[in-house]
């Protein structure tokens, strides 16, 4: 086939050279007279071409036969000119109307977004430009209705979710499939620190756009990998012209959004003294007890307790972060060959250290076209990032200063006279309190670092066989590698017995993709618009990794495995699977009023069982074009409106990659000899999770675009559910996985766009919000609730708590209530006490964007906001132990605690032992779940644009500075440190306030 | 224009017909062997040989809690921890439906054995028979049928009514005799007593028929079965079933008419001169007939809160002193003397006083062998049956309860007036000689005796509820043809 394509190209390439040749000159300006620097002239349906000057004017040779010359420029409308007989040709290009001609991103093509029927919402450069943010799938944080993108905490390039239209699955995958430039993602963590995450490998200014498709319609054409909705990346491409560079630049700093107040040492012993004696102790032996929980004797006399220190361990742990970026980008091309190269580096720390985030990527695109026919296109993404990860994130690490800075007991010091650490192992001295360990030195000595190298390539190469029918070939590799190497430094609590802790891991991830495709687009008699394409696809994933433990390190200086005096273990993995895809659209649109577009997919996957090997995944899309009715014509008012609905189904094979084998694993051994067993039951019918989706929509713009408003409501039904079902054991086994049950989702999104002014001062207002509800409908054997988790109930959410309720503090005696079923007060709810308490997802979320700009001022001001979800308070609820733990407690508590009968008051008496005399336990219930409901102004950006007059002198086009501010204001009721986060909230490392300056320049 | 049309449309269906031939790749799992291969050579067989020992070995099972079990419902060990996670519902023989280490776990763990049998049963019978030949097949099969005879006699201990209530018509347990490797099987219900019986015996004599006469090594004498292992089985569900002719018929092709009694073909089981020597690596004597072996490798030994050594020891850090020996148990009998070397060797007092079995004594992660049969408990069941068989004092059952008890206690000699007192001098032998080695359960049920009270747990008659264990929860709402007890 390559040789066929380059003798071709030869032969053409000669042809040329022997045709005579006439010259042509001209300028091209815009519809004001301006001249148009850098526009593309060439002669239709060659490879002749030229780019004007920066004054507009000129100069191409052609070849005599030649009739027609396209002139192009970046946001301008292309115009086609007769050449005739005419030497110069002057030609005025007009701004393009950009909601007219707007193009979207689908499936395997690009199509105008007339044609779109189903529902895709897209979030350009523009929206994103400069944001400090590592991963790609942050962008769409309220900006795309009905996508939840939460941010598991703020670990900078740490783990995120990002849930289109409500959860669809309880025990298969969630994630959404992304596919960059063509390239399907694998999005498999690979690393044992907790806080890793693979799309970080993308500089997000290196995005031209992101379209996610939504709806099950406008998805189904990735058939079983698209049920969790699929995210397209698109990312920026040379244009004609001469080289253009961009250099951007931002530096800032991070700081956290706020501390807790706890108590002071005094407060403290006071508290505990009454914990005890609440808990039955005497007031001697309280007070006793309370000194040597400080480390003091118990004849320390009152004087010397009122003048202990109070250390604040928040102060010293919470310290700046550092926010940089830079980056140099090129672009341009003549008019064959067009190119975008981009480097960046882009570093950031949190506010608690050692956590960091370090990125350097390059991004290299290039296309050719060969002839006129033959276009060749290679992209090619290198990038490297390192994160140093927080020591532990959760509730196990009492080395985790998000987690135990506010609960150390504020007696204990952080250093010594001598600047020494105070408290260390082995050196006598020792922390008081449960939270014994020196944090800070943690935090210096620790080390748990993670480095990626991704590589992401394609090539691929496009056969204009006819203008109308385009082959095109891709081929693509996803390629990663991470690298764990995790230090717990001899020094340390949790390392010192053993002389030094470590674990390495390496993790290689190959995944490729070769897609090939045919398209075949055509306007017969001006009004009918086919577009049709048939593709084949093949995609193969492979995971495989290592890990080595070893312990006791002779000195922490000596933090390699080839130091390690006892090797632990080592273990390793290998998993595949690959797909095999034939899928095909047929589009028709009727004088663009009438848009019909059916779309097949045919999956056939490693991962299914070989009953149910194939997948078929169709939808059929309709849209009517209202506006271009004749009717509609005078209706001025209405610049636009269209009219959509869309059925679909599609697939999520996140199922896992051989759980239908019926499999022998190796893990057992007898007396010393290897075993073979039965690992699972086969179940060759186990297969994707089903996803059908009716989408109805409308896309209506007033007043010449100055309003818009896009509105789509959806239901969505997943079934065939993985499960685990349960077994009797007689059967030898516990559980077998099969397809069953369905989870609903139904929801309605709303994108309204407006511009109440427009010049010369312009304000422009982008508001969306999405409301959905989801809902169990069917588990197995006519369930009502699952046997492994009770929340997972028919009728109910997914993500739902099932917990008896709190019912405040009892004023007679300061001890916690619950509800039992009936209502009723219990101190000790039992199981049958259980009530959904609402769920994990918001009921209603989205952004609100206003651009303000003025004469090269502008003002960007993002605001996003979620209601309708609860979470646990983990870190709040350990905060508030009272003292009837040795951990420090809130200010909160301590001041709103019940004393004495009569008080009216939200915190239960302090009691040593936490859970109150036959009671539950402290934080039964719903005591500690809360809603996260919030507005947050997440972004907002002042940016001044340089006068031309100005930067004409120093030959650039433009100069931009730029004040950005990211979490600058919240308003929430969330109890402990910060609403934005997933989990259960313990010891997360929260969101941070990050003000960055910058300056980018384009010449 | 119709001509670029049939180039678009012949294309695509030259795309799709490509793809058509193209064959879907199938990434083959590296880390796992597929049901299709798993029986295609001799070491994969070899390795699911071991992996039906290794399930039978699990640590709710023969690898600890089973036999903890068999010692603790009886009267002879008192509990000190009142932990729920150790037995505390087995000991005060209080257990329900849902108690998850003892009656869900040994109920799974059995039954997954079990299933590992009729897996490996069913695949030598599709292919692995051709694989290793005829004869290494039957030695595999009878030791999978062996296993499965175990695993089935030692639920019946626990879940079923003894034989002897009814003559073994009570409700038995779900047979399972096909291996289930994925989705397709049904419900099952319970078969009776004697059914189950019928199946062990069936499997024990082929395994008699079929098991290697010895095994290669003294390693593998004791944690592989043979012949003799079968045999000795089978002395075992005899006496179990009150079959005390057969239980004769058997223990005669392995025990010497005379003393010294021996085995005189296949593995020469005979009682070792120091009781010690057979609980003290290497474990492998001739007198254990079949060990669960443990070493330090990971996987290979009992697992937390399962070891032998942590319930019933109490040394320093060895043992948790889960149960002590209760002082008004079998350790207050007079005749059982202080220079017994069963007292001696193999009881510990520890500082405050209190008496603890050291017969497993290794520290953590507590590697002895477990215990399965010794040749002794084969001259017991022997003796118990020629004594309930023979009018009078039958001398042969009185030369070999002395021979076991004279190997621990040179200077006592048994004597018998009466056939009853003779029973009873051989059911105490019993006692004493497998303290601790899971076989009071078994002893109190065949004979449909009260279980004595001990500590703050009461007695339990056999009209008691709680004289056996209930049915798995579990089994019950999933299994829908299962009855409890």
């Known amino acids: ?1003 | 224009m119709k001509k670029h049309f049939k180039i678009f449309i012949s294309l695509s269906l030259g795309l799709l017909l490509y793809s058509c031939n193209k064959d879907l790749q199938h990434p083959v799992p590296q880390t796992s062997i597929t049901d299709a291969t798993s029986f295609d050579s001799p070491d994969r067989i070899l390795n699911q040989v071991r992996s039906i020992y290794q399930a039978t070995k699990s640590g709710a099972f023969y690898g600890g809690r089973h036999v903890v079990y068999g010692d603790i419902r009886g009267e002879n060990f008192v509990n000190e921890t009142s932990n729920l996670v150790t037995g505390f519902d087995v000991w005060g023989l209080n257990c329900t439906n849902t108690s998850q280490n003892s009656v869900k776990n040994l109920w799974s763990a059995a039954y997954y054995a079990i299933n590992l049998c009729n897996v490996f049963i069913d695949g030598m019978d599709a292919k692995g028979t051709s694989v290793v030949g005829a004869a290494l097949s039957a030695n595999y099969m009878g030791e999978a049928r062996f296993i499965r005879a175990l695993c089935y006699y030692s639920l019946l201990q626990y879940y079923a009514r003894p034989f002897a209530d009814g003559a073994g018509s009570k409700p038995g347990l779900p047979l399972r005799l096909t291996g289930i490797k994925g989705s397709g099987f049904s419900d099952l219900a319970r078969s009776t007593v004697a059914e189950i019986y019928t199946q062990i015996l069936s499997d024990l004599d082929f395994a008699e028929a079929n098991l290697p006469l010895t095994n290669a090594s003294a390693l593998l004498n004791v944690t592989r079965a043979h012949r003799n292992t079968a045999i000795a089985l089978k002395t075992r569900v005899y006496l179990s079933m009150q079959r005390y002719g057969d239980v004769i018929t058997q223990a005669n092709k392995i025990v010497t008419a005379g003393a010294p009694f021996t085995a005189t073909s296949g593995v020469a089981h005979a009682l070792q001169a120091n009781i010690a020597n057979v609980f003290a690596s290497p474990y492998t004597t001739t007198e254990s007939i079949l060990s669960m072996p443990m070493t330090s490798t990971t996987g290979d030994f009992p697992g937390t809160q399962n070891q032998l050594g942590f319930y019933f020891y109490n040394n320093g850090s060895v043992g948790s002193s889960e149960y002590s020996l209760n002082p008004a148990g079998i350790i207050s009998n007079a005749s059982w003397t202080v220079d017994d070397k069963r007292r001696t060797d193999l009881i510990f007092t520890n500082a405050s006083g209190k008496k603890f079995l050291a017969k497993y004594k290794t520290p953590s992660p507590y590697t002895d062998y477990v215990p399965v049969m010794r040749y002794s408990e084969v001259l017991l069941n022997l003796a118990e049956a020629l004594a309930r068989t023979n009018p009078g004092v039958d001398a042969r059952a009185l030369a070999l309860v002395n021979a076991v008890r004279k190997r621990s206690d040179p200077a006592v000699t048994i004597v018998a007036a009466t056939q009853a007192e003779l029973i009873n001098a051989i059911l105490l032998e019993r006692t004493i000689e497998f303290l601790g080695e899971g076989l009071r359960n078994n002893d109190l049920m065949r004979l449909l005796q009260t279980i004595p009270a001990k500590g703050s747990a009461p007695n339990k008659a056999p009209t008691d509820p709680g004289y056996i264990w209930p049915i798995s929860s579990d089994e019950l709402s999933l299994n829908r043809l299962m009855t409890d007890n």
Do not use: C
């Not at chain 1, 905490?153 to 959404?176: D, E, F, K, M, Q």
């Not at chain 1, 051989?658 to 067993?677: D, E, H, K, M, W």
């Open chain 1, 1 to 1003: 086939m390559r040789k066929v394509l380059l003798v071709l190209s030869a032969l053409v390439f000669f042809a040329s050279q022997v045709i005579a040749q006439k010259i042509i000159t001209g300028k091209v300006t815009d519809e004001n007279g301006n001249s148009v620097p850098n526009a593309s002239v060439q002669v239709k349906g060659s490879t002749t071409g030229t780019v004007a000057r920066s004054d507009g004017s000129y100069t191409i040779t052609v070849p005599t036969d030649a009739r027609i010359l396209v002139f192009s420029a970046i946001n301008m409308a292309d115009q086609e000119i007769n050449i005739g007989s005419q030497a110069v040709i002057n030609v005025s290009l007009k701004t393009e109307e950009r909601a007219l001609q707007e193009v979207v991103v689908t499936g395997y093509q690009t199509v105008r977004k007339k044609d779109v029927a189903a529902a895709i919402s897209k979030i350009s450069a523009a929206d994103i430009e400069n944001l400090p943010i590592p991963n790609l799938a942050q962008a769409m944080q309220g900006r795309a209705a009905g996508v939840i993108v939460a941010a598991a905490n703020g670990v900078p390039g740490g783990s995120l979710s990002v849930i289109v239209r409500g959860v669809g699955s309880i025990s298969a995958g969630t994630v959404p499939l992304y596919v960059v430039d063509g390239i399907q993602l694998n999005t498999g963590l690979g690393s044992i620190n907790t806080q890793n995450n693979p799309l970080n490998f993308l500089n997000p200014n290196d995005i031209e756009s992101i379209e996610v498709l939504k709806d099950a319609a406008a998805a189904s054409i990735y058939g079983a990998r698209a049920a969790n909705g699929v995210i397209l990346v698109t990312t920026k491409k040379g244009k004609v012209g001469k080289p253009r560079f961009t250099f951007n630049s931002f530096l800032g700093q991070s700081s956290p959004l706020g501390k807790v107040e706890v108590l002071t040492t005094q407060q403290w012993y006071k508290l505990r003294v009454e914990a005890l004696v609440n808990a039955g102790a005497t007031p001697a032996s309280a007070a006793s007890t309370a000194l040597s929980n400080l480390g003091l004797p118990a004849n320390t006399p009152v004087g010397k307790i009122d003048s202990l220190p109070t250390y604040i361990w928040q102060d010293a742990v919470f310290s700046k972060g550092v926010l940089s970026n830079v980056e140099l980008s090129m672009q341009g091309g003549s008019s064959n060959l067009t190119y975008y190269v981009s480097g960046s580096y882009s570093k950031q720390t949190a506010f608690i250290k050692p956590t960091d985030f370090q990125r350097g990527a390059l991004l290299s695109k290039l296309s050719y076209e060969i002839n006129d026919k033959i276009t060749f296109d290679n992209s090619l993404s290198l990038s490297t990032f390192s994160q140093n990860a927080p020591y532990s994130i959760g509730n196990t690490g009492f080395g985790n200063p998000a987690y135990s800075s506010s609960m150390i007991l504020p007696i204990n010091p952080m250093y010594n006279m001598d600047g020494t650490y105070y408290g260390m192992p082995g050196s006598g001295q020792s922390m008081v309190g449960t939270f014994n360990h020196n944090i800070l030195a943690i935090g210096e000595f620790v080390k748990y670092f993670t480095r990626t190298n991704q590589f992401i390539g394609s090539g691929s190469l496009s056969y204009n066989i006819i203008p109308e029918l385009t082959l095109k070939t891709f081929f693509g590799v996803d390629y990663r590698l991470t690298l764990d190497h995790r230090y717990q430094d001899p020094r340390v609590n949790d390392a010192f017995a053993v002389s030094g802790r470590l674990s390495d891991q390496v993790d290689w991830n190959t995944n490729y993709i070769s897609t090939t495709t045919a398209t075949y687009r055509k306007t017969f008699k001006d009004v009918h618009n086919i577009n049709a394409f048939v593709g084949i696809e093949y995609r193969k994933d492979q995971n495989q990794w290592f890990e080595a433990n070893g312990q006791g390190f002779p000195s922490f200086m000596l933090q390699y495995m080839s130091a390690a005096s006892t090797p632990t273990n080592v273990s390793g993995q290998w998993t595949a699977s690959s797909t095999f895809s034939q899928f095909a659209k047929a589009g028709y649109s009727y004088l663009s009023k009438y848009v019909f577009n059916y779309t097949i997919r045919r999956d056939g996957s490693s991962r299914f069982g070989a009953n149910n090997k194939f997948g078929v995944f169709h939808s059929a899309q309709v849209a009517w074009n209202a506006k271009e009715e004749s009717f509609m014509e005078d209706l001025r008012a209405i610049s636009d409106l269209k009219l959509r609905y869309a059925f679909g189904q599609a697939g999520n094979d996140q199922i896992g990659n051989s759980l239908y084998a019926q499999l022998y694993g190796a893990n057992r051994v007898y007396g010393n000899g290897s075993a073979i067993n039965p690992t699972q039951l086969g179940n060759p019918d186990l297969t994707w999770e089903t996803r059908q989706e009716h989408n109805l929509g409308m896309d209506i713009a007033l007043f010449r675009n100055r309003i818009s408003l896009t509105v789509d409501v959806y239901k969505k039904t997943n079934k065939d559910l993985l499960l685990d079902r349960s077994l009797y054991s007689t059967t030898g086994f516990s559980s077998i996985r099969q397809n069953l049950g369905s989870v609903e989702n139904k929801g309605l999104e709303f994108l309204l766009q407006v511009t109440p002014v427009n010049k010369p001062f312009k304000w422009v207002s982008t508001f969306n919000i999405a409301f959905q509800k989801n809902e169990v409908l069917e588990l197995y054997d006519g369930l009502q609730s699952l046997p492994g988790d009770a929340s997972i109930r028919v009728g109910y959410p997914l993500g739902s708590f099932f917990v008896a309720q709190w019912a405040g503090v009892n004023p007679a005696t300061g001890r916690s209530m619950w509800y039992d079923i009936n209502g009723n007060i219990t101190y000790n709810p039992t199981a049958a006490d259980r009530k959904i308490i609402g769920d994990i997802y918001p009921s209603h979320f989205g952004g609100w964007n206003n651009t303000l700009s003025y004469n090269g001022f502008s003002l960007d001001a993002f605001f996003q906001y979620e209601y309708g979800r609860i979470r646990s308070d983990g870190q709040f609820q350990q905060m508030m132990r009272m003292a009837g733990a040795t951990v420090n407690t809130l200010l909160y508590g301590y001041d709103n605690r019940w004393q004495k009968p009569g008080d009216i008051v939200p915190v239960p008496r302090a009691f040593n032992g936490l859970a109150d005399y036959n009671s539950a336990g402290w934080g039964s219930g719903t005591r500690y779940l809360f809603k996260t409901d919030y507005i947050r102004l997440k972004q907002v950006t002042v940016s001044y644009d340089l006068p031309a007059t100005v930067i004409k002198k120093f030959a650039i086009e433009n100069a931009r500075f730029y004040v950005q501010g990211i979490n600058m204001w919240t308003y929430t009721k969330w109890p402990s440190y910060d609403p934005e986060f997933t989990g259960d909230n313990f010891g997360i490392i929260p969101q941070s306030k990050n003000v960055t300056v910058g300056l980018q320049v384009k010449f």
